[in-house]
C-alpha cells in the first residue's frame, strides 16, 4: 500500500547484502575523499558560494551569454546549432554525420547524449556508435544504462566485468583484475578511435567570453576521439555556459573534488576551433531546460555541474543503487531534475530521500536539494500523486492532534495501534518488519503535570 | 525568564523521561517554566509526508498556546527545526505571522547559546556515543556538520563536558542518517532499516554502552531496531545524561 517503485526496487536491491554493502562502502570512500580534498582548501565554502552566484548569474542572463558564446564560437570557425528538443537534437546530429558519410562514431561519455536518447537513434540508422569511457563501454557492452552520472558502471562488480570481457572481448577466463581488463578495453578501443569518422563529446562548460569549450575527463578519451577524426560534434544543455576563464577557475577546483575527490580532472581539454581541415559543430539543447528557468522554486537546479557527489552522501542512493530510480539520472538531484522533466512519471522517485539534508551540504553550487525534494512532496496532492493511505494518515493525524481532548483520553490506551487512528495500521506492517514498536509508557507527561506529579518531582524520581 | 516547555507529542508518550529530565534542567537554573497543556503535535510528519497544510491549524494552535513565553524549549531538535523554519513558511501562506518561531529552541541550543551554563552537578560513569540528529546538526546547527569545511564544534559535546565520569565517543560515518525520516520509515522501509543497522553497528564498534543524541525521533528508531534484533547497546536521551545529579 505505502510501495513506491523506488521503494520496491531498493529492496530487491538490498536482497544480495554483500553487493549493497558494497556499494554503500565503495561510494562512501569516494565522499570521504571528497572530504579530505575539500578540506585542503580554507577557502572552499567561499568558493561554494561564489559557484552558486556565478551561476545564478549566467543562468538568469541566459540570452546574453549564450549569444556572447555563439557569436565567439562562431568567429572561431565553430558551427553553432540550436535544437529546442530531443528530437531535434539528434536529428541535427544525424544530418550532421550523414552529410560527412559517417559510418563510425566515437562518443565521450555525455549524460545529454542520454537524455536524448541518441545511441539508439543513431545505430538504428546504421551508424556504429562507440562509448569510448570505460564505465560507459562496459555498459555499452552490456547493453544497460548508468547508474551513476560520476562512476557509470559502479554498480557491477569487478568479477561481472571479467565475466562480460570474456564474452565481448575475449579476454582470459576468470581474469578480473582491474589492469588487465582496462587495458583489453583499450586495446579494443585504440582500433575504434584509429576508425572512427568522427568523435563526439559532451561539454563541461562553455565559456562565453572565448567561445571555447571545456570537457573533464580521467581517461584522456574525449582527446582521442576528436584528435584523429576530422569531425567533432560536441553538444551542451544550455545551462552549461559561463561567462569567462575567471569562472572556469572556480568550476575546475571544485567539479574534481567534488566528483572523485582528485585535486583536477587529469584531462581538461579545451577546444576553440576546428582542427585544420576539419568541422567542429556544438549543438546547444534545450529540451526542457527554458521551462525550469522560469520556476523559481527550482531554478537553481540548472547549477548543477554533474559532480554526483550528493549521490555518493545520500544514504538512500548508497543502499538503493542508480537503478532503483525511475529516471536516468538517480539520486537527490535526478529526483529533482526528473519531477521537473515530468512530475507524473517520475513521482515515485521522491520517496527515497530520509530528508537527512547531507546533499545540500556537498553540493559545490549549493543546490538545495533537500529542501526542493519537500517542496515536491507538498505538491503531489495536487498533482494527484500523492499516496491515499499517507494522506489518510497525514488527516487522521490532524483531527487527533487539533482535539488535545481526544488526544489526551487515546493516550490512555497502551499500544500504538490504539493510539494513531487506525489509517496509521497501513504504516504498522512496515515498521514492524525490522523494529519494535515504541511502547507507551505508563503514564503520559501531560497526565502527569495535570496531576501536578511533575512539580514536586525531586532527585531519584526520575 | 518564563519558559514554555514543548514537549512534541511522541515523546510526551512515549519518553515522558524525557520531559521530565528537560524540566527538572530549565527549573535547576531557576528559569519559571510552564506546561501548556493542550499541546499535541507540531505537525511536523505530515508536512515531511507531504501534506504540509494539514500542520496549518497546528501551526496556529501552537502559536496562540506559546506567543506569552519568552522562549519556546524542546527536546526534540527536528520538532524545533520545523517551528523554526517551515512554520513561518506555512503561515505566510495564510497572511499570518509565526510569532513564535524566532523563540524556539532545542534544549541544547538553549543550554549552550541562551543560558550559557558551565556547570552541572552529578556524574554519568559511562561510555556514550554521540550521535548526531540530522535536522539538529544541518537545520539547527548544534554541530558542524562533517560535510562542511568549517572549523569543528559541537554544543551537546560541550554540554556533556559539563558531566563528570562520562567519557563521550563518536562513530565512523560521524554525521550519516540513521535512517527515521518520518513516514521515511515506513515507505521506504527496506533502506530505512539497513541504514538503522549500519547506523547501531557503528555505534556499537565504539564500545559504548549508550547512543545518546538531542533527538528522541532517532533514538526511537534506533531503540526499535536494537529491541528486535537484541543488540548489545542501548539509547539514553542526553538530557537524562545532563540531569542526573538534579
Ligand atoms: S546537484 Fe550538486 S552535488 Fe549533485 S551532481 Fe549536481 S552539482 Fe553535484
Same mark, same amino acid.
Given at each position: 500500500?505505502?510501495?513506491?517503485?523506488?521503494?520496491?526496487?531498493?529492496?530487491k536491491?538490498?536482497?544480495?547484502?554483500?553487493?549493497?554493502?558494497?556499494?554503500?562502502?565503495?561510494?562512501?570512500?569516494?565522499?570521504?575523499?571528497?572530504?579530505?580534498?575539500s578540506?585542503?582548501?580554507?577557502?572552499?565554502?567561499?568558493?561554494?558560494?561564489?559557484?552558486?552566484?556565478?551561476?545564478?548569474?549566467?543562468?538568469?542572463?541566459?540570452?546574453?551569454y549564450?549569444?556572447?558564446?555563439?557569436?565567439?564560437?562562431?568567429?572561431?570557425?565553430?558551427?553553432?546549432?540550436w535544437?529546442?528538443?530531443?528530437?531535434?537534437?539528434n536529428?541535427?546530429?544525424?544530418?550532421?554525420?550523414?552529410?560527412?558519410?559517417v559510418?563510425?562514431?566515437?562518443?565521450?561519455?555525455?549524460?545529454?547524449?542520454?537524455?536524448?536518447h541518441?545511441?539508439?537513434?543513431?545505430?538504428?540508422?546504421?551508424?556504429?556508435?562507440i562509448?569510448?569511457?570505460?564505465g560507459?563501454?562496459?555498459l555499452?557492452?552490456?547493453?544497460?544504462? *548508468? =547508474?551513476?552520472?560520476v562512476?557509470?558502471?559502479?554498480?557491477?562488480?569487478?568479477?561481472?566485468?571479467?565475466?562480460?570481457?570474456?564474452?565481448?572481448?575475449?579476454?582470459?577466463?576468470?581474469?578480473?583484475?582491474p589492469?588487465?581488463?582496462?587495458?583489453?578495453?583499450?586495446?579494443?578501443?585504440r582500433?575504434d578511435?584509429?576508425?572512427?569518422?568522427?568523435?563526439?563529446?559532451?561539454?563541461?562548460?562553455?565559456?562565453?567570453?572565448?567561445?571555447?569549450?571545456?570537457?573533464?575527463?580521467?581517461?584522456?578519451n574525449?582527446?582521442?576521439?576528436?584528435?584523429?577524426?576530422?569531425?567533432?560534434?560536441?553538444?551542451?544543455?544550455?545551462?552549461?555556459?559561463?561567462?569567462?576563464?575567471?569562472?572556469?577557475?572556480?568550476?575546475?577546483?571544485?567539479?574534481a573534488r567534488?566528483?572523485?575527490?582528485?585535486?583536477?580532472?587529469?584531462?581538461?581539454?579545451?577546444?576553440?576551433?576546428?582542427?585544420?581541415?576539419?568541422?567542429?559543430?556544438?549543438?546547444?539543447?534545450?529540451n526542457?531546460?527554458?521551462?525550469?528557468?522560469?520556476n523559481?522554486?527550482h531554478?537553481? =537546479?540548472?547549477?548543477?555541474?554533474?559532480?554526483?557527489?550528493?549521490?555518493?552522501?545520500? *544514504?538512500?542512493?548508497?543502499?538503493?543503487?542508480?537503478?532503483?530510480?525511475?529516471?536516468?539520472?538517480?539520486?537527490?538531484?535526478?529526483?529533482?531534475?526528473?519531477?521537473?522533466?515530468?512530475?507524473?512519471k517520475?513521482t515515485?522517485?521522491?520517496s527515497?530521500?530520509?530528508?537527512?539534508?547531507?546533499?545540500?551540504?556537498?553540493?559545490?553550487?549549493?543546490?538545495?536539494?533537500?529542501?526542493?525534494?519537500?517542496?515536491?512532496?507538498?505538491?503531489?496532492?495536487?498533482?494527484?500523486?500523492? =499516496? =491515499?493511505?499517507?494522506?489518510?494518515i497525514?488527516?487522521?493525524?490532524?483531527?487527533?492532534?487539533?482535539h *488535545?481532548?481526544?488526544?489526551?483520553?487515546?493516550?490512555?490506551?497502551?499500544?500504538?495501534?490504539?493510539?494513531?487512528?487506525?489509517?496509521?495500521?497501513?504504516?504498522?506492517k512496515? /515498521?514492524?518488519?525490522?523494529?519494535?514498536?515504541?511502547?507507551?509508557?505508563?503514564?503520559s507527561?501531560?497526565?502527569? /503535570?495535570?496531576?501536578?506529579?511533575?512539580?514536586?518531582?525531586?532527585?531519584?524520581?526520575? | 525568564?518564563?519558559?514554555?516547555?514543548f +514537549?512534541?507529542?511522541?515523546?510526551n508518550?512515549?519518553?515522558?523521561?524525557?520531559?521530565?529530565? #528537560?524540566?527538572?534542567?530549565?527549573?535547576?537554573?531557576?528559569?519559571?517554566?510552564?506546561?501548556?497543556?493542550?499541546?499535541?503535535?507540531?505537525?511536523?510528519?505530515?508536512?515531511?509526508?507531504? %501534506?504540509?497544510?494539514?500542520?496549518?491549524?497546528?501551526?496556529?494552535?501552537?502559536?496562540?498556546?506559546?506567543?506569552? %513565553?519568552?522562549?519556546?524549549?524542546?527536546?526534540? !531538535?527536528?520538532?524545533?527545526?520545523?517551528?523554526?523554519?517551515?512554520?513561518?513558511k +506555512?503561515?505566510?501562506?495564510?497572511?499570518? $505571522?509565526?510569532?513564535?518561531?524566532?523563540?524556539?529552541?532545542? +534544549?541544547?541550543?538553549?543550554?549552550h547559546?541562551?543560558?550559557?551554563?558551565?556547570? $552541572?552537578?552529578?556524574?554519568?560513569?559511562?561510555?556514550? #556515543?554521540?550521535?548526531? #540528529?540530522?535536522?539538529?546538526?544541518?537545520?539547527?546547527?548544534?554541530?558542524?556538520?562533517?560535510? $562542511?569545511?568549517?572549523?569543528?564544534?559541537?554544543?551537546?559535546k560541550?554540554?556533556l563536558?559539563?558531566?563528570?565520569?562520562?567519557?563521550?565517543?563518536?562513530?565512523?560515518?560521524?554525521?550519516?542518517c540513521?535512517?527515521?525520516? !518520518?513516514?521515511?520509515?515506513?515507505?521506504?522501509?527496506?533502506?530505512?532499516?539497513?541504514?538503522?543497522?549500519?547506523?547501531?553497528?557503528?555505534?556499537?564498534?565504539?564500545?559504548?554502552? %549508550?547512543?545518546?543524541?538531542?533527538?528522541?525521533?532517532?533514538?526511537?528508531?534506533?531503540?526499535?531496531?536494537?529491541?528486535?534484533?537484541?543488540?548489545?547497546?542501548?539509547?539514553?536521551?542526553?538530557?537524562?545524561?545532563? #540531569?542526573?545529579?538534579?
Open positions: 500500500m505505502m510501495s513506491t517503485q523506488h521503494s520496491i526496487a531498493a529492496e536491491f538490498q536482497e544480495d547484502k554483500k553487493q549493497a554493502s558494497w556499494h554503500n562502502e565503495t561510494l562512501w570512500f569516494v565522499r570521504e575523499k571528497r572530504d579530505r580534498m578540506k585542503s582548501l580554507p577557502e572552499w565554502e567561499e568558493l561554494r558560494t561564489i559557484a552558486e552566484k556565478i551561476k545564478l548569474h549566467s543562468v538568469s542572463n541566459l540570452d546574453i549564450l549569444e556572447e558564446f555563439s557569436k565567439n564560437a562562431e568567429a572561431n570557425g565553430v558551427i553553432v546549432h535544437a529546442k528538443d530531443a528530437k531535434e537534437h536529428d541535427i546530429v544525424y544530418d550532421i554525420l550523414s552529410k560527412h558519410k559510418k563510425k562514431l566515437v562518443k565521450s561519455k555525455s549524460m545529454l547524449t542520454e537524455e536524448c541518441l545511441n539508439p537513434y543513431l545505430i538504428d540508422k546504421g551508424i556504429d556508435v562509448e569510448s569511457d570505460l560507459e563501454r562496459i555499452q557492452l552490456n547493453h544497460t544504462a *548508468p =547508474s551513476h552520472i562512476m557509470p558502471a559502479i554498480h557491477m562488480t569487478r568479477q561481472e566485468v571479467g565475466e562480460l570481457f570474456e564474452e565481448k572481448l575475449h579476454t582470459e577466463k576468470g581474469n578480473s583484475d589492469t588487465y581488463l582496462t587495458r583489453a578495453a583499450r586495446a579494443s578501443l582500433n578511435f584509429l576508425t572512427a569518422d568522427a568523435g563526439m563529446t559532451g561539454v563541461n562548460f562553455a565559456v562565453a567570453s572565448t567561445g571555447e569549450i571545456v570537457v573533464c575527463t580521467n581517461e584522456g574525449a582527446d582521442m576521439g576528436t584528435s584523429l577524426p576530422d569531425l567533432h560534434i560536441a553538444v551542451m544543455g544550455m545551462e552549461k555556459v559561463i561567462p569567462d576563464h575567471e569562472a572556469l577557475s572556480v568550476y575546475t577546483r571544485l567539479l567534488s566528483a572523485t575527490g582528485q585535486p583536477v580532472t587529469t584531462y581538461t581539454s579545451h577546444f576553440k576551433k576546428p582542427k585544420k581541415g576539419g568541422e567542429m559543430h556544438v549543438i546547444i539543447v534545450d526542457g531546460r527554458s521551462e525550469i528557468l522560469t523559481n522554486e531554478i537553481k =537546479s540548472l547549477n548543477c555541474i554533474r559532480c554526483g557527489a550528493c549521490m555518493n552522501t545520500c *544514504p538512500v542512493y548508497r543502499r538503493s543503487g542508480g537503478y532503483s530510480y525511475t529516471y536516468f539520472i538517480p539520486g537527490p538531484i535526478g529526483i529533482n531534475l526528473g519531477m521537473l522533466k515530468d512530475p507524473h517520475y515515485d522517485n521522491v527515497a530521500c530520509s530528508l537527512c539534508y547531507s546533499c545540500n551540504n556537498v553540493c559545490p553550487v549549493k543546490i538545495d536539494l533537500a529542501d526542493q525534494i519537500y517542496e515536491w512532496r507538498q505538491n503531489l496532492d495536487s498533482l494527484g500523486a500523492a =499516496s =491515499s493511505s499517507k494522506k489518510m497525514s488527516l487522521g493525524m490532524q483531527f487527533l492532534f487539533t *488535545p481532548t481526544l488526544f489526551n483520553t487515546s493516550l490512555k490506551f497502551t499500544s500504538l495501534i490504539n493510539w494513531v487512528p487506525r489509517s496509521m495500521a497501513f504504516g504498522l512496515e /515498521w514492524e518488519e525490522g523494529r519494535s514498536l515504541p511502547k507507551f509508557a505508563k503514564e507527561f501531560t497526565s502527569m /503535570w495535570k496531576k501536578g506529579k511533575i512539580k514536586t518531582i525531586k532527585k531519584d524520581e526520575q | 525568564m518564563k519558559i514554555g516547555l +514537549i512534541p507529542c511522541y515523546v508518550t512515549v519518553y515522558p523521561e524525557v520531559a521530565i529530565a #528537560s524540566y527538572k534542567l530549565l527549573t535547576h537554573f531557576g528559569l519559571d517554566v510552564d506546561y501548556p497543556v493542550d499541546q499535541t503535535c507540531c505537525g511536523q510528519p505530515m508536512a515531511n509526508a507531504g %501534506f504540509e497544510n494539514k500542520a496549518l491549524p497546528l501551526a496556529n494552535r501552537f502559536n496562540s498556546m506559546f506567543e506569552t %513565553f519568552d522562549y519556546v524549549v524542546a527536546p526534540s !531538535g527536528s520538532c524545533v527545526g520545523f517551528v523554526k523554519d517551515s512554520y513561518p +506555512i503561515l505566510e501562506k495564510e497572511g499570518c $505571522l509565526s510569532e513564535v518561531s524566532s523563540k524556539v529552541y532545542d +534544549i541544547c541550543e538553549f543550554l547559546d541562551i543560558l550559557k551554563i558551565n556547570k $552541572l552537578p552529578g556524574r554519568f560513569q559511562h561510555k556514550v #556515543s554521540l550521535h548526531n #540528529s540530522c535536522h539538529g546538526l544541518r537545520e539547527l546547527k548544534l554541530g558542524s556538520a562533517s560535510e $562542511l569545511n568549517i572549523p569543528s564544534f559541537s554544543k551537546v560541550d554540554l563536558g559539563l558531566i563528570e565520569g562520562v567519557e563521550v565517543v563518536e562513530p565512523a560515518k560521524i554525521d550519516e540513521c535512517g527515521f525520516g !518520518g513516514m521515511f520509515s515506513i515507505e521506504e522501509p527496506a533502506v530505512s532499516i539497513c541504514m538503522g543497522q549500519d547506523k547501531i553497528k557503528n555505534h556499537i564498534n565504539t564500545g559504548a554502552e %549508550f547512543i545518546t543524541g538531542p533527538d528522541s525521533s532517532c533514538l526511537m528508531h534506533m531503540g526499535g531496531i536494537i529491541e528486535k534484533q537484541n543488540l548489545p547497546i542501548k539509547t539514553i536521551h542526553v538530557v537524562q545524561i545532563l #540531569s542526573a545529579g538534579l
